[in-house]
């Protein structure tokens, strides 16, 4: 039984022993990792001088500059149609005609209406004519003392109603022009004729369908004329980047329908007023509208071709610049302050952290260590950013990867610079 004892203490030495080494063989290695600083295999760029054109980009719609929507005043059958969707029209040619029979009618009784005024109107002025004839005649036997004080004062009176009835009836005839000129201008515009030169781009009625006028609803909407000589690109623009954006701005326009021929154009119109698309949710935009002038475009260009704008809002030539991802943005180290409250149940001081706004960076290669320098930054383009401020033409920068510049990289920390690889050539 001893033996057995002895045996079995041995074993539990030798094991203990063993884990008590390896732990130490863990313990030592992870000293010696901690002590060796890693090495960040890095890509590098030389700041050099360039040319960066900053640009604002927006999709859109092609619309014509100059169009009009055709609705009529008056409701009623379309009788005449002579246009179809696409033809050339000129100013004054007759573009639909509604029928007028009820329009005729009513301008027939207007004109009736003043005749029957104007006839009474005539009469109020014969009979006033002789009330005045009356009134002379009495006037003159109250003043030889043969006609009496009552004659005379029913005299006056007389006199005085015809003179308002007179005014009335004159009312009246103004009343009755103004109903036939009405009744006229509503046969008028049973025919509508085209207020410009152009083209039919949009037909939404037919040849005996019934319109609606504009009088007291919106109406329909028959027509449209447009001038496709002149075009405009209509985008939208986001709230950050309209301010970049001015009058005369140069911009290059590719659509979608043309495999994405450029087009240029000149921004003419900045709208002052946002459109604003899922309000009071998380998916809230705010864009206002640009439009932009096409110098130059296919003539099979169409209405409502969707488009994609680059505005050229600035330019800047020979400044200093490095690639966009160069440049990143670090936080200093938090600074604690103590807080004077003391904690109710522990009774101890508490530490609140206090963060300092982030600060724009770059990583400058000095005998292979990277050194953090604060940069001030200016205009950008696809590619390059504008540096004003904390480098010099010739330095390196480490410009990749993406983890390396944005969370690994430090300052002092060293670094192996990795080669660009050339692409692949195929042989001839």
Known sequence: MEKVKKKKSKKKIIILSIISFIILLIILSNIFKGDKEPIITVQTEKVEKRDITQIVSATGKINP?????ITPEVTGEIV???????DSVKKGQLLIKIKP??????????????????????MKIAQLNLVKIDYKRTEKLFKSGISNKQEMDNIKSNLASYKAQLNAQKAIVSQAKASLK????SLYKTTIYSPMNGTISQLNVELGERVLGSGFTQGTDIMTVADLSKMEAEVEVDENDVVLVSIGDKTKITLDAFNNKVFTGVVKQIANSAKTRGLGTQEEVVNFDIKISL???????????????????ETKKNVL??????????????????????????????????????????FVVENNVAKMKEV??????????EIKKGLKQ??????????????????????????????????K
């Not at 110098?295 to 809002?313: H, Q």
């Open 376 to 385: 001030k930054i200016g205009i950008s383009d696809d590619t390059y950013l």
């Open 394 to 427: 010739g330095e390196t920068v480490v410009i990749g990867s993406y983890r390396a510049i944005s969370k690994e990289l430090k300052h002092d920390s060293k670094i192996i610079v990795k080669k660009k690889e050339k692409p692949f050539k195929k042989e």
């Open 65 to 69: 500059e100059y169009k009009v929507i």
């Open 295 to 313: 110098e130059n475009f296919d003539k099979k260009t169409r209405p409502g071709m969707s488009c994609n704008a680059d505005i050229e809002t």
């Open 101 to 122: 029979d009820t329009y005729i009618a009513q301008r027939d009784r207007a004109r009736a209406n003043l005749e029957s005024a104007k006839a009474t109107l005539n």
């Open 182 to 185: 009405e009744t006229e201008e």
């Open 321 to 362: 610049a490095v690639p966009i991802q160069s440049v990143t943005a670090r936080s200093e180290k938090e600074e604690q302050e103590e807080d004077k409250k003391k904690d109710e149940n522990f009774g101890t001081k508490r530490i609140k952290k206090k963060k300092s706004k982030p600060k724009e960076v770059v």
């Open 80 to 86: 005449e149609l002579p246009v179809k969707e696409g």
